[in-house]
């Protein structure tokens, strides 16, 4: 597909997005202003239908016309995030790529876990099928040789990419880093995916990518009123609530707890307080004495 035909499909989605809803009017008014038109004052009437039905066997997004006020709108069939991030990555694209006089002002995150492996890792998972690997772990100094693995989901998660399958070696549901993997191959063999897993219930009581067999508990944090907007704009997790007072808020979640979350909170230093459960509070504090040890130790 021409790059150029791609963004004037991410431009038609992402006009209608801003809007709301938009009579043909306007959406010409748009196009006549876009670096796409060409000249032209509006989309011609075959182009647009072209266009809606490409952006619907792309993206699942189908732009539907109100009979009642002649407006189109979105109706994304796939109701989750994926469609948002696909748009969201193609604009941000779209737009850094016309600021190319500026580019030295922009400072942008490495993805590279994204680079080499994620293409045939989701055409494994179209297919699915096996795919093998070497993994080099962070807490194994020499790597593991040949996992052979069903990947079942893809998962980003703070600028690395994860994929989670069965390693058929022994049989369990694992998660692995793509920036640690190695020597992937697809393998011809194909697998059936289990019909009850579902990627936002596998995550859903887990922080991050850890996933444990521990029971989920109550988690109570006592948090200052700075940090307690950064909290309001990002969840530590999906099961977030607050209770505000004047001096701080208390912010309870429900989650398994894992050495990342440990970790998460420690990053907050003062600005966050475990109330509970007891188990949490003593590995957080345990954490900070051997902290403090690195510094009056002789």
């Known amino acids: 597909m021409a790059k150029n035909l791609l963004n004037r499909y991410i431009w038609l989605i992402d006009t209608i997005r801003r809007y709301g809803r938009i009579s043909r009017k306007e959406l010409n008014e748009c196009w006549a202003r876009s670096p796409y038109s060409n000249g032209e004052f509006e989309i011609p009437r075959r182009t647009f239908f072209n266009y809606r039905q490409n952006i619907e066997q792309l993206f699942s997004i189908t732009i539907e016309c109100d009979k009642s006020t002649y407006e189109y709108y979105l109706v994304d069939h796939q109701q989750g995030r994926m469609s948002d991030w696909l748009l969201d990555s193609f604009a941000t694209s779209n737009v850094l790529q016309g600021s190319r006089e500026v580019a030295s002002r922009i400072l942008l995150e490495d993805v590279p876990s994204a680079r080499e492996f994620l293409a045939p890792i989701i055409e494994a998972l179209k297919l699915n099928s096996v795919i093998k690997f070497d993994y080099h772990s962070h807490i194994r100094e020499q790597p593991t040789r040949g996992v052979v693995l069903e ?109 990342d979350f440990v970790s998460e909170i420690l990053s907050y230093g003062p600005r966050i307080t475990v109330i509970s459960p007891p188990e949490l509070r003593e590995m957080v504090t345990s954490q900070l004495r051997s902290a403090l040890n690195n510094y009056t130790a002789e």
């Not at 990947?151 to 049989?171: E, K, S």
């Not at 880093?177 to 009850?196: A, G, H, K, Q, V």
């Not at 944090?221 to 309001?232: N, S």
């Open 151 to 259: 990947p079942y989901f893809l998962r980003i998660y703070r600028q690395l990419w994860y994929v989670t399958g069965r390693n058929t070696g022994d049989g369990k549901v694992k998660t692995y880093s793509l920036d640690r993997m190695s020597n992937l191959l697809n393998m011809p063999e194909t697998f059936t995916p289990p019909p009850d897993i579902d990627p936002a219930e596998y995550f859903r009581d887990s922080f991050g990518m850890m996933v444990t067999d521990d029971e989920p508990c109550t988690v109570k944090l006592r948090v200052d009123l700075r940090q307690a907007k950064y909290l309001h704009a990002l969840p530590l997790h999906s099961s977030q609530e607050e209770m505000v007072s004047d001096r701080y808020s208390i912010f309870t979640y429900r989650l398994r707890i894992t050495s």
